[in-house]
C-alpha cells in the first residue's frame, strides 16, 4: 500500500488533467484480487489475532532486529550483500546453500545482467509514457536497499526502531534483509526493460537465438540450484 501510494502520488503530480475517479473501479479490483490471492493468510490473521498480537507485543524486541540483521563485516559489505540480494542470517548456520559463495556462475552471472538493467532503467526513463514507473521503481529500490540494511546504518537504526515503534506489524517482519524481495521485484522490472532495449538493435535482432541461449544460461547462473530439486 505504502509504494502503490507513492507511485499514485508521483502519477498524480505529474498528470493532474488526467480524471482520477476512472481510477476507483481498478483499484477495487486490485484489492478484490489481493485479498483473494492472500484470503487464507486473512482468515488465518483473524482466527489468531490476539495469540499473533500479544506475540508481537511480548515476544519480539528490538534486540531481535539487532540479533537478525544483515550479515556482512562491515557495512559496505553488508550493502554489498544486500545489492546482489544475498546476506540473510539464516546463511551463516547453513541452514541454505549460500549462493554467493558460487562465485563461478552467481557473481558472473549478476556482471552480465547489472548493465542491462542499467540500460532499461535510461532507456525507459527517455520514455515519457513509462517515465512514471522508473521514477517511481527506482525509489523503491532505494528505499527497500536502505531498510534492508536496517540496523548496520545510524540513520538506519533510528529508522528501524521508529518503524518497529510506531507502525503497526514491522515489529513482526524481525529480519529487515527481507526488503529484498522487493529489490528483486524492482531488478525484473529493470532487467525486462533492459532485454527490450537490448533486443530491439539490428544486432541482437540479427542473431537473436544466440542472445535468448546466452540470457537463459545466465539467468540459469543466477539460480543455478533452480535445478535438482532446488538442493
Not at 502503490?4 to 502519477?11: A, D, G, K, Q, V
Not at 549462493?99 to 552471472?109: A, D, I, P
Not at 533492459?194 to 537463459?216: E, P, Q, R
Amino acid at each position: 500500500l505504502i509504494f502503490y501510494s507513492l507511485f499514485l502520488i508521483i502519477t498524480i503530480i505529474r498528470r493532474r488533467e488526467y480524471a482520477w475517479k476512472k481510477l476507483i473501479p481498478s483499484l477495487l479490483l486490485v484489492l478484490l484480487i489481493v485479498s483473494a490471492i492472500n484470503f487464507s493468510l486473512i482468515i488465518g490473521f483473524f482466527l489468531n489475532y490476539l495469540g499473533g498480537k500479544d506475540f508481537l507485543n511480548t515476544e519480539i524486541t528490538r534486540q531481535d532486529f539487532i540479533a537478525f540483521q544483515t550479515v556482512g563485516r562491515d557495512i559496505w559489505q553488508a550493502f554489498s550483500n544486500v545489492f546482489l540480494m544475498g546476506g540473510f542470517w539464516g546463511k551463516d548456520q547453513y541452514r541454505y546453500i549460500d549462493l554467493t559463495l558460487m562465485t563461478q556462475s552467481w557473481g558472473r552471472s549478476f556482471i552480465i545482467l547489472l548493465p542491462i538493467m542499467m540500460w532499461g532503467v535510461i532507456a525507459t526513463f527517455r520514455d515519457k509514457k513509462r517515465k512514471n514507473l522508473a521514477i517511481g521503481l527506482v525509489i523503491i529500490a532505494i528505499i527497500a536497499i536502505f531498510l534492508a540494511l536496517g540496523v548496520r546504518t545510524g540513520i538506519g537504526e533510528k529508522v528501524t526502531f521508529f518503524l518497529f515503534d510506531r507502525l503497526p506489524f514491522y515489529k513482526g517482519m524481525r529480519e529487515t534483509q527481507k526488503w529484498v524481495s522487493v529489490l528483486v521485484i524492482c531488478y525484473g522490472m529493470f532487467l525486462a526493460w533492459g532485454l527490450d532495449a537490448l533486443f530491439s538493435t539490428k544486432l541482437v535482432k540479427k542473431h537473436s537465438f544466440l542472445f535468448v541461449v546466452i540470457l537463459l544460461v545466465t539467468i540459469a547462473m543466477q539460480a543455478p540450484l533452480m535445478f535438482w530439486g532446488m538442493r
